[in-house]
């Protein structure tokens, strides 16, 4: 759920603080954070616009930081993955395919998935983690990044999912609307790195 940081802090470092712009933007943050923060753009740009006057003005001290999302338990293992890879558009594309395979597996939302052809989709996901070196921890009931509603309508993608009566449906349906989702993704959000992104 987004939700608004109160924040008592004063504003130091440099004004840019972008680690990369495309095809996904990672900034550095500028308050102690241990976790990943998902932000809108355009709350994102308002926010660094505070940011640089604030500085300008010797770093004044300000309230809180936009509505965003915490990026925690799997959320946080897929964006650490799609940090590692930022420069590299076709591997985090790859990255999401895999973590949309995955969040299938996990929800079965294809009766296919209830049946012994769930193997197949086995051999491909451990095939394509060791091929990635992607491994999640703790709580992974959720490993897909939110989209906002308005963005993406998940209900019709599982829908679509769900309806796919063969396995090279169910991955092309998968890879469609993994495809789509990070296109969204690296249009609508900015993503704010854990404090210690800055030394990466």
């Known amino acids: 759920m987004a939700k608004i940081l109160h924040l008592e802090t004063k504003i130091t ?53 936009p509505p965003h999302h915490l990026l925690t338990g799997g959320m946080d293992s897929t964006i650490r993955a799609l940090f590692i890879h930022r420069e590299d558009e076709q591997k985090m594309r790859e990255i999401y395919y895999f973590v949309g395979l995955v969040d299938c597996m996990i929800n079965q939302v294809n009766p296919l998935l209830r049946t012994d052809i769930i193997r197949d989709m086995y051999r491909k996901v451990f095939k394509m983690r060791e091929d990635l070196k ?59 790195c854990p404090s210690a992104g800055r030394n990466h």
């Open 13 to 65: 470092g440099p004004t840019n603080n972008i680690i990369t712009a495309r095809p996904i933007e990672f900034r550095r943050s500028f308050w102690d954070t241990t976790h990943f923060i998902q932000m809108g753009r355009a709350s994102s740009k308002g926010l660094e616009r505070h940011r640089k006057e604030a500085h300008n003005k010797g770093g004044a001290a300000f309230g809180q930081i």
């Open 134 to 192: 992607i491994h999640w921890h703790g709580n992974i009931s959720q490993i897909l990044l939110p989209i906002d509603s308005v963005l993406f309508d998940e209900n019709e993608y599982k829908a679509m999912v769900s309806k796919a009566g063969t396995m090279k449906e169910l991955y092309k349906t998968i890879k469609d609307g993994t495809d789509e989702m990070f296109d969204i993704i690296s249009l609508e959000y900015v993503f704010y």
